[in-house]
């Protein structure tokens, strides 16, 4: 129960922070607190949404802009060079739709 609580309170950190101006702030809570792999030149904008805490690397030279969703539930790596336009999201993990109990679907 403890770790659930803990959990939660650094999701909900990293949406809180994802929305102040200081670049460095959100970039040092992104590194230490929710422990994504940024490469050293990366820019990531205000409004990051994160699905999961860890599991997320992106390479050097990258920018995510405003209002970008990542979940890293199956991990995510996104390479070098890379430019997430406003409002672009990366699911790792989905429902199957006709499943009767909503079954969870991985993959393309």
Known sequence: MKARLHYALLLYLAEMVGHVPSYQMRHW????LCRIQLGPHTNIQRGLRLF???????????????????DGRRGLEIGDNVHLSVGSR???LGHAPRSPDFAPAVGP
Not at 52 to 70: A, F, H, Q, S
Request: proline content about 0%; aromatic content about 8%.
């Open 90 to 92: 990366i699911l790792t």
């Open 52 to 70: 999961c805490l860890g599991g997320i690397k992106i390479g050097d030279y990258c920018c995510i802009n405003r209002d970008v969703t990542l």
């Open 29 to 32: 809570v992104y590194r230490r």
